[in-house]
């Protein structure tokens, strides 16, 4: 991988995170509520004194965003 192929993909890197951080941005000030964590399918512990989260179902949609957006990066630079 060259320079030239590694400055593509920071770049690109750098622009999907300031347009997802934009975007929570504006959906706070319109009082949009993101909660990842607390989907269903996510494991919440409760005790005295301690707490305990499994994000199962936040984490399986994450990696498919993930994989999705990977494969458009590669599609890409190719």
Same mark, same amino acid.
Do not use: P
């Given at each position: 991988m060259g320079p030239?192929?590694?400055g593509k993909i920071l770049l690109f890197t750098a622009l999907v995170?300031?347009?997802v951080g934009g975007m929570?941005?504006?959906f706070g000030r319109a009082g949009v509520n993101v909660r990842l964590g607390s989907l269903p399918g996510d494991i919440r512990l409760h005790g005295e004194g301690w707490s305990?989260?499994?994000p199962i179902?936040?984490?399986?949609? *994450? &990696? @498919?965003?993930l994989t999705i957006l *990977? &494969? @458009?990066?590669?599609r890409?630079?190719?």
């Open positions: 030239q192929q590694l995170l300031a347009l929570l941005l504006i305990c989260v499994v179902t936040t984490s399986i949609l *994450l &990696s @498919l965003l *990977l &494969s @458009l990066i590669a890409f630079l190719r």
